[in-house]
């Protein structure tokens, strides 16, 4: 008699080859997938392209409409869905908004409920930390599974003593590795493809919003401009702010010197062909890109406010936002650059190796339902 696939329903903000969607198809093109059934509930709009490679895998994707626009119709798929599919597992990757759904699982059913922290905020505003702590207690109130990318995301989402105590499991935002290694061929492959010739280039991958920062790192990049002229730099990515950072880039006149390359499923290749990678973020969970950007043996340019648990090598320079952006330029222009070298056993021993991490979380999920 076949054995009864485990359900697993993956709830997440979007499908647009974001940090969280890259977590999920990373463990989840290295775990054996005949033991499960995946399903994706977006709620927003998908890129195409996101959603196809998640079919390929063998995801079931459902796409709801956001919350924000028609809530009633949000709220009625989703137990819709919930209820048609049984699901053994729900597993919310909408950070402190993950107790919509672990009370909805609740409601109808889900024995197994994880909230999973892949961010850290500061909100400033008064009401906005009264309203993130009521979310908290809601979050350990109606999930029963705690995961975070790192101790700082776990702490900030399920409390200090949780981390402490071992309730909350660390998945590290893991890679496969073997890809981002600096590879001189794909370097030199990507660079003609770009037509960037012997241009400096820095680059950037994320989204556009506003956590991303891209208006900072815009600023940043037209100081740096003036320091060497030539330098290019590459932005992957798409996202609501994107018309507004090209309007900026435009205002400078740095449109021959900006590249906007959109969504890119071999991210790893355009690594590469970068000399520096730029991450101005407001706020971060873990900054998996700067993982990617060690990997492939690249000096990067961090904002402090990252947590420094992404910080795997002596490639990564912590900058305050508060600092001039004619500082940052200085200091990317004055860094002492290394040839590339293999990062492949620093990561390792990081512990952002994808295989056995992958291995450790599928036997994790079945162990849930055998117990």
Request: charge should be positive; charged fraction near 20%; include cysteine.
């Amino acid at each position: 008699m076949e054995q009864r696939k485990i359900k697993i329903a993956h709830i997440v903000g979007g499908l647009h080859s974001g940090g969280v969607e890259a977590v999920i198809y990373n463990y989840f093109s290295h775990i054996n997938m005949d033991s499960f059934e995946v399903h994706i509930i977006s709620n927003s709009p998908s890129v195409k392209e996101c959603e196809d490679s998640f079919r390929k895998l063998g995801f079931i994707i459902h796409v709801l409409p956001e919350r924000k626009k028609d809530f009633v119709g949000n709220l009625k798929q989703t137990i819709k869905i919930f209820k048609e599919n049984n699901f053994d597992i729900l597993h919310s990757h909408m950070n402190l908004n993950s107790f919509y759904h672990t009370f909805l699982g609740a409601l109808t059913g889900i024995k197994v409920r994880i909230a999973h922290s892949h961010l850290v905020e500061f909100p400033s505003n008064p009401v906005a930390k009264t309203v993130a702590g009521i979310k908290k207690l809601l979050n350990k109130m109606f999930a029963n599974r705690y995961f975070a990318c790192g101790e700082t995301a776990g702490t900030y989402l399920f409390g200090k003593k949780n981390v402490k105590n071992g309730n909350v499991y660390i998945l590290k935002n893991a890679i496969d590795i073997n890809n981002f290694l600096y590879n001189e061929d794909t370097r030199n492959l990507i660079r003609t493809e770009l037509n960037i010739g012997n241009r400096f280039c820095i680059g950037h991958v994320g989204r556009f919003t506003e956590q991303k920062n891209h208006t900072m790192l815009i600023d940043i990049f037209n100081e740096f401009h003036k320091l060497k002229p030539d330098s290019i730099l590459i932005l992957i990515g798409t996202g609501e702010l994107e018309n507004e950072i090209k309007s900026k880039v435009n205002n400078y006149k740095l449109n021959d010197s900006v590249k906007f390359l959109g969504v890119k499923n071999d991210i790893y290749k355009y690594y590469q062909a970068m000399d520096a990678f730029l991450f101005p973020s407001i706020y971060e969970g873990l900054g998996i890109v700067l993982v990617e950007a060690q990997s492939a043996s690249l000096p990067c340019f961090s904002s402090d406010v990252v947590p420094h648990e992404a910080k795997v090598s002596e490639l990564v320079e912590f900058y305050s936002l508060s600092m001039n952006v004619r500082e940052w330029a200085e200091n990317i222009n004055n860094y002492n650059y290394q040839p590339r070298i293999c990062m492949k056993s620093t990561i390792l021993n990081a512990g952002y190796e994808i295989d056995s991490a992958a291995k450790e979380l599928e036997k994790w999920y079945i162990s849930q339902i055998k117990g």
